[in-house]
């Protein structure tokens, strides 16, 4: 039987993005129309964003305490977080956590590795790429990374924090995210966008 998902969610895009994943992919693995049970619990972005742009990573870990007290009580068997910018409070949230955390680096990472790839690129928010969220778990699989330039961090954060949270991103920004993507890569692996 498959356990119960807990979805600690951030903003809106993720969190639709990574509940149907789940119902889809679910499908795909039990049979027609059967997936994992899933919970979700968010609190405004706003809330979160008021910490995040203060650098205030101890209070973003109190945002998902407080969801991963409410899924556990909602019956979760496990959580996880669609949102990568916010994995850099996971320090704070695993010692106190209720429940198990999947985290999203090291599935990455993994993923990876079972694919071969060696030098992955690191695109996202501004906080996530200037972070060691996703450094950290793919050297300690022995997989290179980079980054984009400062100025292409700039606009892949204007263009998240403006454009896709608010669900208008368009295909001119996908293609300006992948477009530093490849240029930092220089090395013909593929490009995926991870927020």
């Known amino acids: 039987m498959p356990q119960h998902i807990g979805i600690v969610a951030c903003s809106a895009e993720g969190a639709a993005l990574c509940y149907r994943t789940i119902c889809v992919e679910g499908a795909a693995l039990f049979g027609a129309h059967a997936h994992p049970e899933v919970s979700m619990h968010t609190?405004?972005?706003?809330?979160?964003?008021?910490?995040?742009?203060?650098?205030?990573?101890?209070?973003?870990?109190?945002?998902?305490?407080?969801?991963?007290?409410?899924?556990?009580?909602?019956?979760?068997?496990?959580?996880i977080c669609p949102d990568n910018t916010i994995h850099q409070a996971l320090p704070h949230v695993l010692p106190r956590s209720p429940l198990p955390w999947l985290h999203i680096a090291e599935v990455v990472a993994a993923e990876a590795v079972a694919r071969g790839f060696r030098r992955i690129g690191v695109t996202g928010t501004r906080w996530l790429v200037d972070s060691e969220v996703y450094p950290e778990k793919l050297a300690a699989r022995g997989l290179e990374y980079v980054?984009?330039?400062?100025?292409?961090?700039?606009?892949?954060?204007?263009?998240?924090?403006?454009?896709?949270?608010?669900?208008?991103?368009?295909?001119?920004?996908?293609?300006?995210?992948?477009?530093?993507?490849?240029?930092?890569?220089?090395?013909?692996?593929?490009c995926t966008t991870r927020r």
């Open 43 to 79: 609190p405004s972005l706003a809330d979160y964003m008021a910490h995040i742009y203060r650098d205030d990573w101890p209070r973003v870990a109190e945002l998902m305490l407080a969801s991963a007290d409410k899924l556990k009580r909602a019956g979760a068997d496990f959580l």
């Open 147 to 190: 980054r984009p330039s400062v100025a292409e961090r700039d606009e892949c954060n204007r263009i998240i924090m403006d454009e896709l949270v608010r669900s208008t991103f368009t295909h001119r920004c996908r293609r300006s995210i992948r477009r530093a993507c490849w240029r930092g890569l220089r090395c013909g692996a593929p």
